[in-house]
Nanobody, 121 residues
Framework: QGQLVESGGGLVQPGGSLRLSCAAS????????MGWYRQAPGKQRELVAT???????NYADSVKGRFTISRDNAKNTMYLQMTSLKPEDTAVYYC???????????????WGQGTLVTVSS
């Protein structure tokens, strides 16, 4: 029931910026940890950043100082502000969240469909 919907990907030049969004839909009771992952061509999926419900954040070393993860609990939405983008940031970016639905005692891991970010001149 429900899903994670990502948006904001696209083509940008090196040094540019993008803001990704991830919105959770459905009858949501609560969302615990959320995070952004990415997968470049020919490489494994890797962690980009995570954020707890209380706002505690964690970043991969490769994006520290350039990316900012945030969330709006009232909107069940998470964001990733990406600045100073580099060609090596090119990847499909995926939203991940631990979601608990109304009427369900389980907290299940959800994944978005992914949004492509291409950094190239």
């Amino acid at each position: 029931q429900g899903q994670l919907v990502e948006s904001g990907g696209g083509l940008v030049q090196p040094g540019g910026s993008l803001r990704l969004s991830c919105a959770a839909s459905g009858r949501i009771f609560s969302i615990n940890n959320m995070g952004w992952y990415r997968q470049a061509p020919g490489k494994q999926r890797e962690l980009v950043a995570t954020i707890s419900k209380s706002g505690s954040t964690n970043y991969a070393d490769s994006v520290k100082g350039r990316f900012t993860i945030s969330r709006d609990n009232a909107k069940n939405t998470m964001y990733l502000q990406m600045t100073s983008l580099k060609p090596e940031d090119t990847a499909v970016y995926y939203c991940n969240a631990q979601v608990r639905r109304w009427g369900d005692l389980r907290s299940l891991e959800h994944w978005g469909q992914g949004t492509l970010v291409t950094v190239s001149s």
